[in-house]
């Protein structure tokens, strides 16, 4: 049952990666950061940012790796939305 946990929950991982991804893509696309709410997406880093210290402190290394790649994909849409909302 856990190694069905983990693999589900690895699934989310690339899913959760799949939502945030065309975001930044349609941010850079447009030039305009302004329907993004830029407060939401800092708040959606701070947590994965948790989640993955919280993977690193296990010492599980497959959620840390699935973590990175949210973070940055997150984080992606995050700074397009900042950059283009200086402009």
């Known amino acids: 049952m856990q190694e069905i946990v983990a693999w589900l929950f690895g699934l989310g991982l690339v899913c959760n990666i799949g939502l945030f991804l065309p975001q930044a893509v349609k941010i850079w696309k ?14 959606f880093n701070i947590m994965q940012a948790i989640a993955l210290l919280h993977a690193y402190l296990q010492r599980d290394w497959f959620l840390f790796v699935g973590m990175i790649a949210t973070f940055l994909s997150c ?3 995050t700074v397009a939305a900042f950059i283009y909302r200086q402009q």
């Open 30 to 43: 447009a030039k305009s950061g302004e329907q993004v709410s830029f407060i939401t997406f800092v708040g």
């Open 75 to 77: 984080l992606a849409v």
